[in-house]
């Protein structure tokens, strides 16, 4: 893996919604303050130590629907396979409390996988998936812009620690940590 990409979208106003639970783990990665990040392909871009490996790290500037542009140009300049990328996301299809890692796959729905998708012309790609549920009524579009309950609020700080710490093992192996493909639970 040489490329990390962190989802969500820009702004205060979105910033600790459901969407942004990618955003939020890198928030909790040791070298999120400390990192000298410069913009760069259509986002902010910084070359960290993470486990035992330099890699690098992409949060896109762009609205969730357009991360690919993000994606995909620093995927070419950087000469990179999409293999080599790891999209950490919220994901509606696991429960709140619970993350895991996959490599490949669809969508489901979601609109920054489908616009890296899109942009790379390929799904095969690592995925770091943290799980915000379904909405038991209303949309979904209301429910991943929506801010997070009460009570998944002040579990939050667990599940994006163990999300952060996730990371961290994927980044050392990889090939190996994609090769689990499933989810845990970490609250709930």
Known sequence: MNLIVFLGNPGDRYSRTRHNAGRMVLEKMP?????????????????VTLGSRKIRSL????????????????ATFFKLKPGNLLIVHDDLEIPFGQIGLKFGGGT??????KSIRDSLGTADFGRLRIGIGRPEKGSVQSWVLGR?????????????????????????????????????????
């Open 108 to 113: 489901a729905g979601h609109n920054g996988l």
């Open 31 to 47: 070298f999120f303050k400390e990192a000298a990040w410069r913009e760069k392909f259509h986002g902010k871009i910084a070359e």
């Open 148 to 188: 997070f309950s009460p009570e998944e609020e002040a579990a939050l700080p667990v599940v994006l620690e163990a999300a952060a710490g996730l990371l961290e093992h994927a980044a050392d192996d990889f090939d190996g940590a994609m090769r689990t493909n499933g989810t845990i639970k970490v609250y709930g």
């Open 59 to 74: 949060v896109p500037d762009t609205f969730m629907n357009l991360t690919g542009k993000s994606a995909a140009a620093a």
